[in-house]
């Protein structure tokens, strides 16, 4: 464990930490689990091999990168905890669940265990351009698993179908073809099956002549962007291009949406990539739409623990779940809709209305499904 730790040491330059605490005084997570970021950091530095319950609280991280944000320093805690998640996934000391997401996007290049043949079942009837069949296109919609496999999501994707040939986009998708970004394996530890996507990811690109990709989820968005490396693409979230669509009048709305409005900034695309104006712009835009500000917003809004592979893991953690404590505020708003531009962020916060009984009170939309009632 000693030299495990001067790896981490060196390779996260910890010796900068002034265990100052702003670190875990911003987590998100720790307003209900005993995830001490100061902490783990300063163990770390002095060698001393954490308990076995602290070891579990790693995985109670969303890497929502909060932390990293936070440190004064520069030093960044959760690339350390992903490090520290890599070496016990090396022991095989992970869930079960989560061991099959990780063989299943090895396997079939999606996290949910379903077989790659299905992958684009939610396009029929939709007329979409596939590029794995010889169409071509100028714009490659990169669909993600979750938009591609769970139903609640594939209606945000169907929607955004809409929108895009409303606006005459040029777009299409790769089918079947299409494989997992690699983010959240990357972020439960696992390099090395990151590395493998990255590869065959841009080799896949590259095939294809893609050089603009637009994304529905802001984690496949944040790792095209910033962690695939040797390609050349450009790379959009979908509240940039349709907010893009609204500026440029290619994308105009005619109908009023009655609607008292809120907006869920998630991690990926608020705090790791700055996107704050463009899904407001969106809002905003639509008629009859009344948006009003959750007061933990932009880079203090609440992480719904969705990311860093938490969709796949059950969290020991006990207490009032993020995503309820959001669902909670929304409803003490009054306002009607929850809105979101994430699908793990979507489905943890749909679920919360349900825990905390407010499946009637309000309603958690993607803001493309808020946008194409508007046209």
Not at 47 to 59: G, N, V
Request: with cysteine; hydrophobic share 35%; proline share 3%.
């Amino acid at each position: 464990m000693e030299t495990l730790n001067q790896d981490f040491i060196h390779k996260y330059s910890l010796l900068g930490c002034v265990q100052c605490g702003k670190c875990t005084g911003g987590c998100p997570v720790s307003l209900r689990a005993h995830l001490n970021v100061r902490q783990m950091v300063h163990k770390t530095i002095i060698q001393r091999e954490s308990e076995d319950y602290e070891k579990k609280r790693l995985w109670d991280c969303t890497t929502c990168s909060t932390c990293n944000i936070l440190c004064p320093k520069g030093v960044k805690p959760a690339d350390l905890i992903m490090g520290m998640r890599g070496a016990m996934v090396e022991e095989g000391r992970l869930q079960p669940a989560l061991r099959d997401a990780l063989e299943s996007t090895l396997k079939h290049g999606n996290p949910w265990g379903k077989i790659r043949e299905k992958r684009s079942e939610w396009t029929e009837g939709t007329d979409i351009k596939n590029l794995s069949d010889g169409d071509e296109a100028e714009l490659l919609l990169s669909v993600c698993c979750t938009a591609s496999f769970d139903p609640r999501v594939q209606e945000v994707a169907k929607a955004l179908v809409k929108i895009l040939k409303s606006a005459k986009v040029n777009f299409g998708v790769l089918g079947n073809e299409e494989n997992c970004c690699g983010s959240e394996g990357k972020r439960v530890g696992e390099e090395g099956l990151f590395e493998i996507l990255m590869e065959d990811n841009s080799e896949l690109f590259k095939k294809h002549q893609i050089n603009q990709i637009l994304t529905i989820s802001p984690h496949c968005y944040n790792s095209f962007k910033n962690e695939y490396t040797g390609v050349d693409f450009e790379v959009q979230s979908h509240p940039q291009l349709i907010a893009k669509l609204i500026e440029d009048k290619k994308l105009t709305f005619s109908v009023e949406v009655e609607k008292v409005v809120t907006y869920h900034d998630p991690c990926f695309l608020g705090k790791q990539n700055n996107v704050y104006d463009e899904p407001r712009k969106i809002l905003t835009s639509i008629p009859g739409v009344k948006f009003v500000e959750f007061d933990r917003s932009r880079e203090r809004s609440l992480c719904c623990e969705g990311g860093g592979g938490r969709m796949w893991m059950e969290s020991e953690a006990r207490g009032v779940r993020l995503a309820e404590m959001r669902v909670k505020e929304a409803v003490s708003m009054n306002v009607q809709v929850l809105a979101t531009s994430c699908p793990f962020c979507l489905l943890t916060l749909e679920d919360a209305t349900k825990t905390t009984g407010n499946e009637e009170t309000i309603q958690v939309m993607d803001i493309v499904e808020l946008a194409v009632c508007a046209i």
